[in-house]
């Protein structure tokens, strides 16, 4: 898009996001209900397993020399600090990964704007105890599927609770509330090991050694002790540390989240040394599915905008938000983390190839206004977050990105 249709996209989010108000930006709660593709979830797992042909189906972007393979864990991919100057001055913090395919293998190029700044990224770092329990459970346990596990302790009314993990994993991202809040179940998911070594684990995979994972998310653990045990056999498979943690902050970068987020998504491509530690796909599938929840349907409005629906199958959005005013930095901050992939082609022109289109990203975006006015920074942040994920997706589809 030029700058011209920039503004104007942008106005049109702003009208949209105008019933924003502090702590529930609009579009960043517009709901799974109001998707086109809440429907199709259940096909998200298999949809990412799909690989170019080059008869049928072929890369969008073609990988060229600045493409690499994809990290192993543990390693710091090369970042390009420069091809993300388009952005908006409001987008703070931004790492992109766009993924292709040569001759078979996976490759990757990451894109970044203070991509290893480390920040507060709200409650959109909550996928991350989430996968550390994917990945201590299948190291344990590797041919028992997350669904097939309960979660039982008693929760802070004194109330034995004994449920599905899925369940709540789902009750995170959505914030549906069926079981708990998002915050209390965040806070319980991070209770399975001391801070320490969760902090460790993140370190060890995305390579980046001055993150600090150690804060909760505003309220106590919906279970303190809570214990993770498999429901035919009835097998314990993981407990909670049972000393009290003590808080901090979580303090990590774009790139942490958008690595974490990829490593999921893209499973299938990655080789064996680049993927989460002992995860196996059965879980994953069930995390992917759980992902889809999310209330933050910004790539729905940046496809619906850029009229790609009727050019488009076969498409995945798993993405986690985050939002909050900040008294430390002053300002309003809102969080997306997504991967996104489609497949782009027509069935009536069965002579060209379909093209492929697979990338993450994950956003950081703050507004301050002078004098302050907390509901109008949520809407004009909000409206912002919303046009430039239009802006990042129009380049994908365009080959613009890199």
């Not at 249709?5 to 009208?15: A, T």
Request: aromatic share 8%.
């Amino acid at each position: 898009m030029d700058i011209g249709s920039r503004d104007h996209v942008y106005n049109k989010y702003l009208q949209a996001s105008v019933k924003g108000v502090e702590n529930k930006p609009s579009l960043l709660y517009l709901g799974l209900k109001t998707s086109p593709y809440k429907n199709e979830i259940e096909n998200y797992p298999s949809r990412l397993t799909q690989k170019p042909d080059y008869k049928n189906l072929i890369p969008c972007t073609k990988a060229d020399a600045t493409f690499k393979p994809y990290p192993l864990v543990g390693q710091l991919p090369e970042i390009d600090e420069q091809n993300l100057n388009f952005l908006h001055e409001d987008i703070k913090e931004a790492c992109i990964c766009i993924g292709s395919f040569s001759e078979g293998e996976f490759k990757a190029k990451w894109l970044g704007r203070n991509a290893l700044s480390n920040q507060e990224f709200w409650s959109s770092t909550k996928i991350i105890p989430i996968l550390n329990i994917l990945s201590h459970l299948n190291t344990k346990a590797p041919s028992t599927n997350i669904d097939n596990c309960n979660i039982r302790g008693t929760d802070q009314q004194g109330t034995k609770v004994n449920v599905p993990v899925i369940d709540l994993i789902r009750d995170v991202i959505s914030y549906d509330n069926k079981i708990a809040t998002s915050n209390s179940l965040g806070a319980m998911f991070k209770r399975f090991v001391p801070q320490e070594d969760l902090e460790n684990w993140l370190k060890n995979i995305t390579g980046n050694k001055e993150l600090i994972f150690r804060g909760r998310y505003g309220e106590k653990p919906f279970i303190e002790q809570p214990e993770i045990f498999e429901q035919t056999t009835g097998q314990v498979i993981i407990t909670a540390d049972t000393k009290s943690p003590e808080w901090q902050s979580n303090t990590i970068s774009a790139y942490d989240l958008n690595r974490m987020i990829s490593m999921l998504g893209w499973h299938h491509y990655l080789p064996q040394a680049s993927r989460l530690p002992g995860a196996q796909w059965h879980s994953i599938a069930s995390i992917i599915k759980a992902m889809g929840t999310d209330p933050a349907r910004l790539a729905d409005l940046a496809i619906q905008e850029l009229d790609l629906q009727s050019e488009i199958y076969s498409t995945v959005i798993i993405s986690k938000l985050g939002n909050g005013a900040t008294k430390l930095r002053d300002r309003t901050e809102e969080v997306y983390t997504a991967l996104v992939q489609f497949v782009k082609g027509s069935f009536k022109n069965l002579e060209q190839p379909a093209k492929l289109i697979t990338l993450s990203m994950t956003l950081r975006g703050a507004k301050v206004l002078q004098p302050r006015d907390l509901n109008r920074e949520v809407v004009e942040l909000d409206a912002r977050m919303a046009a430039e994920v239009t802006e990042i997706l129009s380049r994908a589809v365009r080959t613009k990105l890199v």
